[in-house]
């Protein structure tokens, strides 16, 4: 049996695959494939700090810090391969709503309640003529960054399955102008 738009868009997973079902412009693509670079090479620069010893985590890094840190950043991987990479934004939202947003909204709080991180340390593994590009980081300015990382997987937590609802209306009026 074949669902009609108005069907699909009884629901929120009806809404979802109609906003799925639009077209991924190159400018969206492109940037997804940033995030997986981006967040790749953060995963390799952490792996270095863990691997060397550099005293940027501190004894407070622990299993379940590990997996929220380095777990937010494979999130982000997830999710922009999904969509602009694999071309599955059905796919992306789904993990998105259901578990993504969530950990990372779960990872941000717990990693600023631990904090084990000594962001002095942060420009270890570079080389000495760049250092500079994160050497003003300190783990006061870094609780802040993990702050609005925080709040905005909040709201896009609360925001998110809101969203369906406003895509199903921007849906319904443009089949009224056709």
Known sequence: MEYSDEMKSNNWYGRAKLAAEEKLKPGERIFGIIIVVFCALAILY????????????TSKFSIIEIVFFYGFWVMWIITATLESILSQRLLSRLFDVFGGIIFATIASLWL??????????LSNVLPGPIRFLVQW????????????????????????????KFIEMKHLKHKKKK
């Open 112 to 121: 600023l309640i631990v904090f084990p991180f000594e962001f002095a340390y």
């Open 46 to 57: 952490f792996t270095a700090h863990q691997l060397l010893l550099t005293g940027f985590f």
């Open 137 to 164: 980081i300190s783990n006061d300015v870094a609780r802040v960054i993990i702050v609005i990382l925080f709040i905005f997987h909040l709201l896009a937590e609360v925001y998110s399955p809101f969203a369906y």
